[in-house]
């Protein structure tokens, strides 16, 4: 079964700070991976994604991400971190047959 | 830890007949659920946003009359495919997050979604 493990539950960065967040998942082949923020109040709002080909994805708001199939991972990166940023973040994925998998998630902070 | 069941996790129904989904938070008040739709290699949609005890809030081009939203109870949403096409056909998921005494909302949880076939 697929299974995405977000092993920070909440992080504190700096304004202005480098930000990674991680992300790994278990399938047996190569699946679609996402990356969704949460605000307070809003539904999720999708930053990423990766189905196949350059492993490293850029997305919205600054954001990327690497796909590393001998790490199993898809950990998120932002080189410099707005207090916007503030939000919960949610790795999935899924094999295109069915329903999405979410991790845990992981709930950043920014401060001054 | 917290646990949210959504049921039936696979339906396949014929088209003009409705079909429910139900959400559930077994250990914990869901104050707010959220319902997405899925497409297949695709992102979630939102479709509605409901919270206990009032109407959903549903995002533009969802056509609320055809995806009719209950949150009656703190434990449980349910969501109504009415009339259902075959373009209706897709996964359906829910999230729940719950009561939180502090400003932050509590975690947020997934169903394990429902794959929705109309014949």
């Known amino acids: 079964a697929q299974s995405v493990t977000q092993p920070d539950i909440h992080i504190t960065v700096s304004e202005g700070a480098s930000l990674e967040l991680r992300c790994n998942y278990s399938y047996g082949a190569t699946p679609y991976l996402f990356w969704y923020v949460q605000s307070p109040g809003q539904g999720l709002q999708l930053l990423l994604k990766?189905?196949?080909?350059?492993?490293l994805v850029q997305g919205i708001k600054g954001f990327e991400a690497e796909f590393k199939r001998s790490q199993s991972s898809f950990n998120l990166r932002k080189p410099s971190v707005h207090w916007s940023d503030a939000a919960e973040y949610f790795c999935?994925?899924?094999?295109?047959?069915?329903?999405?998998?979410f991790g845990k998630g992981t709930r950043l902070s920014v401060i001054a | 830890g917290a646990v949210v069941s959504q049921h039936p996790s696979r339906v396949i129904c014929k088209s003009g007949t409705s079909v429910k989904i139900e959400c559930r938070s077994l250990d914990f008040q869901a104050t707010t659920m959220f319902w997405y739709r899925q497409f297949p290699k695709q992102s979630l949609m939102l479709m509605a946003t409901s919270n206990e005890g009032s109407k959903a809030t549903y995002e533009q081009g969802v056509e609320k009359d055809k995806f009719l939203i209950n949150h009656a109870s703190l434990t449980l949403s349910t969501l109504t495919v009415t009339s259902a096409h075959p373009e209706d056909s897709s996964f359906y998921i829910c999230?729940?997050?719950?009561?939180?005494?502090?400003?932050?909302?509590?975690?947020?949880?997934f169903g394990n979604g429902t794959r929705l076939t109309v014949t």
């Open positions: 999935a994925v899924h094999s295109g047959n069915t329903p999405l998998v």
């Open positions: 990766y189905f196949s080909g350059d492993t």
């Open positions: 999230s729940a997050r719950g009561r939180d005494r502090v400003r932050y909302n509590s975690p947020l949880h």
